[in-house]
């Protein structure tokens, strides 16, 4: 590997290093969320982003918009991700700084990647990050009902962090961070990367939609969904969303699943019929304008986040908020689209 042009920055170790995440020549805005958590890991500091497969001008318009320093690694095998270049290219930056912290998000890449870094580091590996207190990370185990606090015992530590956990970074006053390119090769790659399909069940109805109810599995069965159906059916412009689990059921189908391997949404109303509220789904709907959350336990997750809390049996309450609908002075009745 040589490093063909850098802007004259001989040192880049600094204490903490995030992977930005790029998909389809794009980088992913929830890499401006890893700089925001980088920040408030360690105050009064910016990290090194490193930039995988990307061009200089895209290295360039990070630097200046978030005052962070860039790496960017360039080279042919680096385009798509592929998970032995991306961890050999990473590991050749980062091998001889032996970072602090090594940062990446919670997806499908960054948990690719993380425990393989983390043995070539000899780091501390610590996933599904949502939040840090002084130095310790907690994490939702057991689907969002218990959450651990975590502490690592190694000089270098990977994290990967739940998208939605942290805002996005707004720009940077501050000057622009320093670039250097880095050319990589790799003779042999184990795999090649043959390109990434669009999901088919992509539903614009649930991005375009004012009013959204949405199904968890507090729901039941699927037959209930007709009492969501009906409740849709009260506001124009409406949709129906769904937790994971509802369609990993089969209740409904995944184009309808909100949240971080879902669809994001932000409507104006949005309704958790029996919802938990996992990060996970919170991540898909948190910026929604008012949220109301309708669940049988008080201690649900879903009402940290939710303008109205109704601790109540879905099934027994959503018939008698219809009826009452119905009672009041007339309103403009609207088709669901499910
Ligand atoms: C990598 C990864 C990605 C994920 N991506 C997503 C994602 O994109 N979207 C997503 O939603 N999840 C996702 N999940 C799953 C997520 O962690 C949670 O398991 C899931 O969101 C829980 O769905 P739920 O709230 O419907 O079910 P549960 O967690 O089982 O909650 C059901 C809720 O219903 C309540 N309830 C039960 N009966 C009633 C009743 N009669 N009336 C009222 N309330 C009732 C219960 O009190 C409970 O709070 C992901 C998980 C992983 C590991």
Redesign the pocket.
């Known amino acids: 590997m040589k490093r063909p042009s850098s802007s004259g920055k001989e040192n880049m170790s600094a204490g903490t290093y995030i992977i930005a995440e790029r998909i389809r020549g794009r980088i992913m805005d929830e890499t401006f969320e890893l700089i925001t958590f980088a920040r408030e890991l360690i105050p009064g500091t910016l990290p090194v982003v490193i930039i995988l497969g990307g061009t200089a001008g895209e290295a360039l318009a990070l630097a200046e918009k978030s005052g962070c320093d860039v790496i960017a690694v360039m080279g042919e095998s680096l385009a798509d991700y592929n998970a032995h270049a991306y961890h050999k290219a990473i590991l050749a930056i980062l091998s001889p700084l032996q970072p602090a912290w090594i940062c990446l998000l919670?997806t499908s890449t960054g948990?690719d990647l993380a425990p393989g870094l983390a043995v070539g580091l000899k780091a501390a590996c610590i996933t599904?990050v949502e939040a840090v207190h002084g130095g310790t990370f907690t994490r939702?185990v057991f689907?969002?009902?218990f959450t651990a606090d975590i502490i690592p015992a190694s000089a270098s530590t990977v994290l990967t962090i739940q998208p939605g956990a942290y805002s996005r970074s707004t720009e940077s006053n501050g000057p622009a961070g320093r670039v250097t390119l880095v050319d990589f090769s790799l003779a042999t790659p184990r795999m090649k990367a043959l390109g990434i399909r669009e999901p088919v069940y992509r539903d614009s109805a649930l991005k375009d939609a004012e009013v959204i109810i949405s199904?968890?599995?507090?729901?039941?069965r699927k037959e209930n969904l007709s009492l969501l159906k009906g409740l849709a059916s009260l506001f124009p412009g409406s949709a129906l969303g769904?937790?994971?689990?509802?369609c990993d059921l089969g209740w409904m189908e995944y184009k309808h699943?909100?949240?971080?391997?879902?669809q994001t949404v932000s409507p104006k109303l949005y309704l958790a019929?029996?919802?938990?509220?996992?990060?996970?789904?919170i991540?898909?709907m948190k910026t929604s304008q008012t949220i109301v959350a309708?669940?049988?336990?008080p201690q649900?997750?879903?009402f940290r986040i939710a303008h109205f809390c109704i601790v109540?049996?879905?099934?027994?309450?959503i018939p008698v908020l219809i009826e009452e609908t119905h009672r009041a002075p007339r309103r403009d009745h609207g088709a669901v689209s499910p």
């Not at 019929?273 to 789904?281: R, V, Y």
């Not at 309708?294 to 336990?297: F, P, S, V």
């Open positions: 919670h948990y599904a939702s689907s969002g009902k199904a968890g599995r507090g729901i039941g769904a937790s994971r689990p509802v699943q909100i949240g971080t391997t879902g019929c029996g919802i938990s509220g996992a990060i996970q789904h991540s898909g309708i669940n049988l336990d649900a997750a879903i109540e049996d879905v099934v027994t309450f």
